[in-house]
């Protein structure tokens, strides 16, 4: 599964360097960037939060690797937790304050909002569930938060048909489109989780 997690994660890690290159070596401003770099603290903070809560979480679901390491869970937890924060609430700073691309609108805004938020809340609970030693809902709400985490992965599959067969989406199309990659994160989350705590009930 980490292999897997990891190669989700390739493109989005991919562009968010390609992004920073641009900001760091002062590349032309085109429409298309203005905003980062009139603004550039929130992209950056933004990149380098999500790559490593992509990256380093996607080694949260190798179960021989927890047992072979025990501490590791607990002391990746520690970075995960505010990298996890901190990439949902610059995500949604960004969604209110920067100006609107091409091709974004008021749809996809909203969709930006709700799954962020939902995000940050998710990473929230799951902290607060493991204060209370509640493991299970720790678990649950860990994977909910990474799941949203790595909807920009999913959302490469889920407009590269559309773009191969149609070419460029419109605003609405483009909002549903990437709207749908966070509801098949969420779906195959709550597979899994659901699936865990059958298998558990089953065994008890």
């Known amino acids: ?16 360097a390609v992004r920073l290159g641009e900001l760091t070596a002062g590349a032309e401003i085109t429409a298309q960037n203005a905003r980062f770099f009139a603004a550039p603290v929130p992209v950056v903070l933004h990149i380098l939060t999500v790559s490593v809560y992509g990256l380093l979480g996607a080694f949260q679901f190798a179960p021989g690797f927890r047992r072979r390491r025990p501490g590791w869970h607990r002391a990746a937890g520690r970075i995960l937790v505010p990298c996890g924060l901190l990439a949902a609430l610059s995500g949604l700073w960004m969604t209110l304050f920067y100006p609107l691309p091409d091709g974004d609108g008021a749809l996809l805004s909203g969709f930006r909002l709700v799954f962020g938020s939902a995000m940050a809340l998710s990473i929230v609970l799951g902290l607060a569930a493991i204060r209370r030693r509640d493991v299970t809902r720790h678990r649950a709400w860990m994977i909910r938060g990474y799941a949203i985490g790595l909807g920009a992965g999913t959302q ?3 407009n590269l048909p559309w773009f ?7 605003e609405t199309s483009r909002a549903l ?3 749908a990659g966070w509801a098949i994160n969420l779906a195959m989350a709550e597979w899994i989780i659901r699936g865990n705590g059958a298998r558990a009930r089953a065994g008890s």
């Open 1 to 16: 599964m980490p292999a897997g997690l990891i190669a989700l994660c390739a493109v989005p890690v991919i562009a968010g």
């Open 156 to 158: 490469v599959l889920t």
């Open 164 to 170: 191969l067969i149609f070419g460029e989406p419109g």
């Open 177 to 179: 489109l990437m709207g």
